[in-house]
């Protein structure tokens, strides 16, 4: 993998293992020469992630719509920024920069870019690792969710083992390396783009 795109919070959160993890992520990344791929921010626990790697000399490419940059919350000392018209162009973007996806604790929109990347997997319109880095067990009772959707026939059991998931940051990366995609299935292929 030469990059990776991290969807987590622009919050900071109440966990400091949250934003050590993060911290850690950055650098681990740096230290495998792996681009970082995120949502541009200098707050939160995105802004742990990009400090993390641009102290250990990583390259840090940001992706922000233009009305947040409005808000002044990006990042000032990135690799690379890239400001988008909207959100949708800012996820699409992400995913053309990167070759895995991994989610950190985060709100909402973290959730959302997660899912959306996870559905164009299933869809087969990628096959790119994707990983939670499940600090605390901060994702558990997702996961237990997830589970759920499988045992009453919403989500099937290998699209559910699409989800890569471990606490650590080495333990991930390891996993999301060996990946195997999953095959696409017969009625997607004529449709791939």
């Known amino acids: 993998m030469n990059s990776i795109v991290v969807f987590c919070g622009s919050s ?5 293992k949250v934003l050590s993890e993060a911290q850690l992520l950055g650098q681990t990344l740096a230290a495998s ?6 949502g541009a921010a200098r707050i939160g626990v995105m802004g742990q992630v990009a400090q ?20 002044e919350v990006y990042h000032p000392n990135l690799s690379e920024l890239i400001v988008t018209e909207n ?9 053309e920069l990167s070759d895995g ?3 950190l604790p985060g709100g909402y929109g ?10 164009w997997a299933q869809l087969g319109l990628h096959a790119k690792p994707i990983g939670i880095l499940n600090t ?7 996961m237990l969710m997830l589970k759920k959707m499988v045992m009453q ?8 083992d699409m989800v890569l998931v471990d606490d650590t940051v080495d333990g991930l990366l390891a996993k999301m390396k060996s990946y195997v995609p999953i095959p696409i299935p017969k009625w997607l292929k004529k449709r791939q783009v």
């Open 12 to 16: 900071e959160g109440s966990d400091a």
């Open 33 to 38: 020469n792996i681009t970082l791929v995120y």
């Open 52 to 71: 993390g790697c641009l102290k250990a000399q990583g390259k840090v490419i940001g992706v922000i719509p233009d009305f947040l940059m409005l808000r």
């Open 87 to 95: 959100m949708h162009e800012r996820k699409l973007r992400m995913h």
């Open 110 to 119: 973290t959730l959302e870019e997660f899912f959306e990347m996870l559905t």
């Open 136 to 142: 605390n067990g901060f994702y558990d009772e997702l």
């Open 101 to 103: 996806i991994i989610m």
């Open 153 to 160: 026939g919403f989500l099937k059991p290998e699209n559910y």
